[in-house]
């Protein structure tokens, strides 16, 4: 479904994603994961135009995303951002429905749409006439989620959504985002740094590493058959962390 | 105070009017100049400095710097345009730079997300950038608000009707009652505007429909308000009515309601008085047509207009000439004298005077060098003022420009030593001064002379012979007296006059 081939993105002299070709399938999840500045989110920024490439290009469906309106490709697209970024001036029923506002939608219609989707991501149906200020950082990105689910996008980008959460509600809302996924059969890329996030909801994972990307596959493949020490030390983290906290509970249970 | 109450509609209409339609035209401009600045950051030191240049300019030079502009461009360059233009001036850079400001300062997680949900720039601007910067451009809003009912006051010298006619006409002729009226009224309305500007972000942050509504109908209540009897004035300004000019002073005040009530009696014309003018402000007006008739001064002429030397001239060859130039030059008739002189004359104290045994300039000039003067606004800048000093060879201590009423007060304080007086000031009895004498005629004569511009010449020899009726009428000592009886006494201009009239009917002549 998407496709990019060879994307580049440079700042004049620094190359921040390098010659990067990877497909996402139909329904899957694809998870970009890697340390802060190895140019996961930029590839991802790349895929709806927020950051035009300097070379390369990005197939969705077949098309090349280049040759499309920007404004439309956006409003097809659902995009859930790390700062979430509600707007502070609207209700929180006025950004889950901000896409359908520039698709034309009338408010009756919208309404309903908005009054589904909070049902979606665990909310009540009052919460559309609140204020963002007024609600948790939880609650904030569930509304994130909604507002990226509005138009029915087929695909959605995710940029590190859970990163700012606690980690109890981080994991309550990567589980209810699964759900949403598996029922709603999305296509996604989700950006993150977190080893345990990728592996709990990646079909797929590929790892990047100064904008390159440095392997592409399944949960299972990277553990097995890292392709290089940065690889497998990365993949080693979680039982290196679960191995620390054994030796802790070992320690004091003695 | 009810004598002053009685003008404050015409006034406050006035002051409302230049305030809100200059508020208008400055957001007009400020609010999208600021947007395209935001965008286009290279622009925003250029723009913002030149605003800023602006605002350093004093207010009332600004005002005034508006009327030669104008003039020069042949358009309207005294009233209500130069006023408004002045204002709209200087309301910019406050709405400029928040609008600036309120932009570039938005959290660029905003304008991402506002891109990422599939916005145009265009959608972006108006659904996200403009409202969330809003809080910013109306605090510009509200200090622009504040500034301009203020610097309104400074309208009056350049021919517009404002509060200020109350603070300008009231310092001149003693009255507190109208300073204060002025300063309180202008006072109310700043805070009422910057309420109701207030009340507008509250409105449009809340985001209930009804108190928006309430406010934005406020608004255009006191615009359809201000538009209205703003057309209205502009219809009623028929080729019929006479406008009479008055400079800055008590004697001109009085003198143009004397000129105003004649013509309005003996010809049943509507009259309308603009006072306040700036000397040559009103020269220029009555060439240009916006006053029709004002009272000058023959000297100022001759030394001013016609920079003819001021030395050694007699005062009937000089009133002769001046006529003669007025009507050839200029198409301006000179009516008559009215039969006073208001010359320009040192003055210092009587003890003083005694003292240093000073009668003739001649006298005072050994002392000068340890002696201050005081002039007002523009002696030292007049031919007249040269020409003493020159065929004096004047040369003192100290040399300040000052307000005319504050300067009597100095000199009678002994602040100052010497100052430069009118002949017919009322305080030169009234304080105990005496005039030094000018033995060596540097100083040209100064007779009062009704001028009428050349539509009225043309148009109404009605009203022209009307004030013809009021030449040779008013002696030194009578103007004298009326000056003192408003400077001293407290009586208003208008009320002299009407005495003036009532005493000398026409039919008397």
Same mark, same amino acid.
């Given at each position: 479904?998407?496709?990019?081939?060879?994307?580049?993105?440079?700042?004049?002299? +620094?190359? /921040?994603?390098?010659?990067?070709?990877? +497909?996402?399938?139909?329904?899957?999840?694809?998870?970009?994961?890697?340390?802060?500045?190895?140019?996961?989110?930029?590839?991802?920024?790349?895929?709806?135009?927020?950051?035009?490439?300097?070379?390369?290009?990005?197939?969705?469906?077949?098309?090349?995303?280049?040759?499309?309106?920007?404004?439309?490709?956006?409003?097809?697209?659902?995009?859930?951002?790390?700062?979430?970024?509600?707007?502070?001036?609207?209700?929180?029923?006025?950004? /889950?429905?901000?896409?359908?506002?520039?698709?034309? =939608?009338?408010?009756?219609?919208?309404?309903?749409?908005?009054?589904?989707? $909070?049902?979606?991501?665990? $909310?009540?149906?009052?919460?559309?006439?609140?204020?963002?200020?007024? &609600?948790?950082?939880?609650?904030?990105?569930?509304?994130?989620?909604?507002?990226?689910?509005?138009?029915?996008?087929?695909?959605?980008?995710?940029?590190?959504?859970?990163?700012?959460?606690?980690?109890?509600?981080?994991?309550?809302?990567?589980?209810?985002?699964?759900?949403?996924?598996?029922?709603?059969?999305?296509?996604?890329?989700?950006?993150?740094?977190? #080893?345990?996030?990728?592996?709990?909801?990646?079909?797929?994972?590929?790892? #990047?590493?100064?904008?390159?990307?440095?392997?592409?596959?399944?949960?299972?493949?990277?553990?097995?058959?890292?392709?290089?020490?940065?690889?497998?030390?990365?993949?080693?983290?979680?039982?290196?962390?679960?191995? &620390?906290?054994?030796?802790?509970?070992?320690?004091?249970?003695? | 105070?009810?004598?002053?109450?009685?003008?404050?509609?015409?006034?406050?209409?006035?002051?409302?009017?230049?305030?809100?339609?200059?508020?208008?035209?400055?957001?007009?401009?400020?609010?999208?100049?600021?947007?395209?600045?935001?965008?286009?950051?290279?622009?925003?030191?250029?723009?913002?400095?030149?605003?800023?240049?602006?605002?350093?300019?004093?207010?009332?030079?600004?005002?005034?710097?508006?009327?030669?502009?104008?003039?020069?461009?042949?358009? @309207?360059?005294?009233?209500?345009?130069?006023?408004?233009?002045?204002?709209?001036?200087?309301?910019?850079?406050?709405?400029?730079?928040?609008?600036?400001?309120?932009?570039?300062?938005?959290?660029?997680?905003?304008?991402?997300?506002?891109?990422?949900?599939?916005?145009?720039?265009?959608?972006?601007?108006?659904?996200?950038?403009?409202?969330?910067?809003?809080?910013?451009?109306?605090?510009?809003?509200?200090?622009?608000?504040?500034?301009?009912?203020?610097?309104?006051?400074?309208?009056?010298?350049?021919?517009?009707?404002?509060?200020?006619?109350?603070?300008?006409? %009231?310092?001149?002729?003693?009255?507190?009652?109208? /300073?204060?009226?002025?300063?309180?009224?202008?006072?109310?309305?700043?805070?009422?505007?910057?309420?109701?500007?207030?009340?507008?972000?509250?409105?449009?942050?809340? *985001?209930?429909?009804?108190?928006?509504?309430?406010?934005?109908?406020?608004?255009?209540?006191?615009?359809?308000?201000?538009?209205?009897?703003?057309?209205?004035?502009?219809?009623?300004?028929?080729?019929?009515?006479?406008?009479?000019?008055?400079?800055?002073?008590?004697?001109?005040?009085?003198?143009?309601?004397?000129?105003?009530?004649?013509? %309005?009696?003996?010809?049943?014309?509507?009259?309308? /008085?603009?006072?306040?003018? %700036?000397?040559?402000?009103?020269?220029?007006?009555?060439?240009?047509?916006?006053?029709?008739?004002?009272?000058?001064? +023959?000297?100022?002429? =001759?030394?001013?207009?016609?920079?003819?030397?001021?030395?050694?001239?007699? !005062?009937?060859?000089?009133?002769?000439?001046?006529?003669?130039?007025?009507?050839?030059?200029?198409?301006?008739?000179?009516?008559?004298?009215?039969?006073?002189?208001?010359?320009?004359?040192?003055?210092?104290?009587?003890?003083?005077?005694?003292?240093?045994?000073?009668?003739?300039? +001649?006298?005072?000039?050994?002392?000068?060098?340890?002696?201050?003067?005081?002039?007002?606004?523009?002696?030292?800048?007049?031919?007249? =003022?040269?020409?003493? *000093?020159?065929?004096?060879?004047?040369?003192?201590?100290?040399?300040?420009?000052?307000?005319?009423?504050? #300067?009597?007060?100095?000199?009678?304080?002994?602040?100052?030593?010497?100052?430069?007086?009118?002949?017919?000031?009322? !305080?030169?009895?009234? $304080?105990?001064?005496?005039?030094?004498?000018?033995?060596?005629?540097?100083?040209?004569?100064?007779?009062?002379?009704?001028?009428? %511009?050349?539509?009225? !010449? @043309?148009?109404?020899?009605?009203?022209?012979?009307?004030?013809?009726?009021?030449?040779?009428?008013?002696?030194?000592?009578?103007?004298?007296?009326?000056? &003192?009886?408003?400077?001293?006494?407290?009586?208003?201009?208008?009320?002299?006059?009407?005495?003036?009239?009532?005493?000398?009917?026409?039919?008397? !002549?």
């Amino acid at each position: 479904m998407i496709e990019t081939q060879g994307l580049t993105k440079q700042y004049g002299q +620094s190359t /921040v994603v390098d010659h990067l070709s990877l +497909s996402v399938a139909e329904g899957e999840l694809l998870v970009l994961l890697g340390a802060s500045g190895s140019g996961k989110t930029t590839t991802l920024k790349m895929v709806n135009r927020l950051i035009e490439p300097t070379s390369g290009r990005v197939l969705i469906d077949g098309e090349d995303a280049g040759t499309l309106d920007p404004h439309e490709l956006r409003r097809k697209i659902g995009y859930v951002f790390q700062r979430i970024g509600l707007f502070p001036h609207m209700t929180v029923g006025e950004n /889950v429905a901000v896409t359908l506002t520039l698709l034309g =939608w009338d408010s009756t219609r919208a309404a309903a749409r908005v009054a589904e989707l $909070l049902e979606l991501v665990e $909310l009540d149906a009052s919460f559309a006439h609140r204020q963002p200020s007024e &609600l948790s950082g939880g609650q904030q990105q569930r509304i994130g989620v909604a507002r990226a689910l509005a138009a029915s996008p087929r695909l959605m980008l995710l940029d590190e959504p859970f990163g700012a959460l606690d980690p109890l509600t981080r994991d309550r809302l990567q589980q209810s985002f699964l759900r949403i996924r598996r029922q709603l059969k999305l296509t996604a890329i989700f950006v993150t740094h977190d #080893m345990v996030e990728a592996l709990v909801i990646g079909d797929r994972i590929g790892v #990047m590493h100064d904008g390159r990307l440095v392997q592409i596959g399944t949960p299972a493949e990277l553990l097995q058959f890292p392709a290089d020490d940065y690889v497998r030390q990365l993949m080693n983290t979680p039982k290196r962390q679960a191995a &620390l906290v054994d030796g802790f509970l070992e320690a004091r249970a003695k | 105070m009810s004598e002053q109450l009685a003008l404050l509609p015409a006034y406050l209409t006035a002051h409302l009017q230049l305030t809100l339609f200059a508020l208008l035209a400055g957001s007009a401009f400020s609010i999208p100049a600021g947007i395209v600045i935001a965008r286009a950051r290279r622009l925003e030191r250029p723009v913002l400095a030149v605003a800023s240049v602006i605002q350093t300019i004093p207010s009332l030079a600004l005002l005034a710097i508006m009327v030669p502009a104008l003039a020069a461009l042949g358009m @309207r360059s005294i009233g209500f345009l130069p006023a408004f233009i002045g204002l709209t001036l200087y309301s910019v850079l406050p709405i400029l730079r928040n609008t600036v400001t309120g932009l570039s300062g938005l959290d660029p997680a905003m304008i991402e997300a506002a891109r990422g949900v599939g916005m145009t720039r265009n959608q972006q601007l108006w659904r996200v950038e403009i409202p969330l910067a809003m809080p910013v451009i109306l605090a510009g809003l509200r200090t622009s608000t504040v500034w301009t009912v203020g610097i309104a006051t400074l309208s009056t010298p350049v021919g517009a009707t404002s509060l200020g006619n109350y603070i300008f006409a %009231g310092l001149q002729t003693r009255n507190l009652n109208a /300073v204060l009226v002025g300063c309180i009224a202008s006072a109310v309305l700043a805070l009422v505007l910057d309420g109701l500007v207030r009340a507008l972000g509250g409105a449009l942050l809340s *985001r209930r429909r009804a108190p928006l509504i309430a406010v934005l109908a406020s608004l255009a209540m006191l615009y359809a308000y201000s538009g209205v009897t703003f057309v209205r004035g502009l219809r009623g300004a028929s080729a019929d009515r006479v406008v009479v000019g008055a400079k800055t002073f008590t004697e001109q005040y009085i003198l143009s309601d004397i000129m105003a009530g004649r013509i %309005g009696a003996a010809t049943g014309a509507s009259v309308e /008085v603009v006072s306040s003018l %700036g000397s040559t402000v009103a020269f220029d007006a009555l060439l240009s047509g916006e006053i029709d008739v004002y009272v000058e001064y +023959s000297g100022t002429i =001759w030394a001013t207009i016609m920079k003819r030397a001021s030395a050694g001239v007699d !005062r009937a060859g000089v009133l002769e000439e001046v006529g003669r130039f007025l009507a050839d030059e200029h198409g301006v008739e000179l009516v008559g004298g009215l039969g006073f002189e208001n010359a320009y004359a040192l003055a210092m104290t009587r003890r003083q005077a005694e003292s240093l045994r000073v009668g003739r300039i +001649s006298d005072l000039v050994p002392h000068a060098p340890r002696l201050s003067i005081g002039g007002d606004y523009e002696f030292f800048d007049r031919a007249e =003022w040269a020409s003493v *000093r020159d065929s004096y060879g004047l040369a003192f201590a100290e040399k300040r420009t000052m307000d005319p009423s504050l #300067m009597y007060q100095a000199v009678a304080s002994n602040q100052i030593d010497v100052i430069s007086a009118f002949s017919t000031d009322g !305080r030169i009895v009234a $304080l105990d001064l005496v005039v030094i004498e000018d033995d060596r005629r540097a100083i040209p004569p100064y007779d009062a002379v009704i001028l009428v %511009g050349p539509r009225l !010449r @043309r148009e109404r020899p009605d009203v022209v012979a009307a004030l013809k009726t009021l030449t040779g009428t008013i002696g030194a000592d009578q103007m004298r007296r009326m000056n &003192l009886a408003v400077d001293q006494d407290g009586a208003t201009p208008a009320a002299v006059a009407q005495e003036f009239l009532r005493s000398r009917p026409i039919s008397e !002549r």
